[in-house]
Nanobody
Framework: QVQLVESGGGLMQAGGSLRLSCAAS????????MGWFRQAPGKEREFVAA????????SYADSVEGRFTISRDNAKGMVYLQMSSLKPEDTAVYCC?????????????????????WGQGTQVTVSS
């Protein structure tokens, strides 16, 4: 089981940049693909980005491709989401999640059901 705590959210103007961090505890962190998801008020949770256990492969939602970058540091137990060119529609609670299965080969699909450990989330608000 991996415990996750997000930080770094805040209020930004459109066009700005923000970096979210996710601190993971648990000795199996480096065996889990990791993902970022978001949920806006009145909307369903949606996939944002994912990264495999080694950090060598990534996957992005079309809506953030080219603007957001996911990365991880296994030695520090950290996952990051660098967000740039922020838009008002990026406003949401952002959660990081760990894949349920070690070395899961479906991580890139961005399906919530493949991720079993979730953080509490951090609010990102982008004003126009």
């Amino acid at each position: 089981q991996v415990q996750l705590v997000e930080s770094g959210g805040g209020l930004m103007q459109a066009g700005g940049s923000l970096r979210l961090s996710c601190a993971a505890s648990g000795r199996t962190f480096s065996r889990h693909a990791m993902g970022w998801f978001r949920q806006a008020p009145g909307k369903e949770r949606e996939f944002v980005a994912a990264i495999d256990w080694s950090g060598s492969s990534t996957s992005y939602a079309d809506s953030v491709e080219g603007r957001f970058t996911i990365s991880r540091d296994n030695a520090k137990g950290m996952v990051y989401l660098q967000m740039s060119s922020l838009k008002p529609e990026d406003t949401a609670v952002y959660c990081c999640a760990a894949a349920s299965i070690w070395y899961d080969t479906n991580w890139y699909r961005g399906r919530s059901q493949d991720f079993g450990s979730w953080g509490q989330g951090t609010q990102v608000t982008v004003s126009s």
